[in-house]
T-cell receptor, first 115, second 114 residues
Framework: AQKITQTQPGMFVQEKEAVTLDCTYDTSDPSYGLFWYKQPSSGEMIFLIYQGSYDQQNATEGRYSLNFQKARKSANLVISASQLGDSAMYFCAMRPKAGSYQLTFGKGTKLSVIP | NAGVTQTPKFQVLKTGQSMTLQCAQDMNHNSMYWYRQDPGMGLRLIYYSASEGTTDKGEVPNGYNVSRLNKREFSLRLESAAPSQTSVYFC?????????????FGPGTRLTVT
């Protein structure tokens, strides 16, 4: 069964420090995609970063990078130089196979940035 | 360019009442989706429409119906609301199925069924 696991319900990080949010996934298909979304307290879902299973390099978008370890089936989000505005829920999601329209979401990690 | 819009933002229903949640996107995307988000949970897919004229069930379709009215609009209907359908509902759209075509989300509708 396709599954996304986020084991950290909550995380704290000091402003300007880097933080890693964990995500492990399970799929039997060789072609899949991994996404991270941010949900601030206002409620909207904001796309952050995408990694395809065949991508050779780890994805990066500004201060966000995805530490993709295929053999371990992990896709951790790294946020560098944390800002107060990074305080939010973060969701890892997976498109489990080629041809699938469905995104399977993890339960999320609540990140709090401390001044 | 509004992206994905949803109406209403908030709604309170009594058990057994019906209602339709509206969603529209102005990005010319082919695919549209309806999710629900319950406390402490990630989003779960209710229904999706891969392209205009098609709809398919997602993970939790029971108690819901959908209509892809045209390329822009995708509505979600609750025929007889139940307290278990109290949730936040998100509509999303994406350009295509393949590759890193991320889904863009609307602001959500907070529905309470009493």
């Amino acid at each position: 069964a396709q599954k996304i696991t986020q084991t950290q319900p909550g995380m704290f990080v000091q402003e300007k420090e880097a933080v890693t949010l964990d995500c492990t996934y399970d799929t039997s298909d060789p072609s899949y995609g991994l996404f991270w979304y941010k949900q601030p307290s206002s409620g909207e879902m904001i796309f952050l970063i995408y990694q395809g299973s065949y991508d050779q390099q780890n994805a990066t978008e500004g201060r966000y990078s995805l530490n993709f370890q295929k053999a371990r089936k992990s896709a951790n989000l790294v946020i560098s130089a944390s800002q107060l505005g990074d305080s939010a829920m973060y969701f890892c999601a997976m498109r489990p196979k080629a041809g699938s329209y469905q995104l399977t979401f993890g339960k999320g990690t609540k990140l709090s940035v401390i001044p | 360019n509004a992206g994905v819009t949803q109406t209403p933002k908030f709604q309170v229903l009594k058990t057994g009442q019906s209602m339709t949640l509206q969603c529209a996107q102005d990005m010319n995307h082919n695919s549209m989706y309806w999710y629900r988000q319950d406390p402490g949970m990630g989003l779960r897919l209710i229904y999706y429409s891969a392209s205009e004229g098609t709809t398919d069930k997602g993970e939790v379709p029971n108690g819901y119906n959908v209509s892809r009215l045209n390329k822009r609009e995708f509505s979600l209907r609750l025929e007889s609301a139940a307290p278990s359908q109290t949730s936040v509902y998100f509509c999303a759209s994406s350009e295509a199925l393949l590759g890193g075509y991320e889904q863009y989300f609307g602001p959500g509708t907070r529905l309470t069924v009493t």
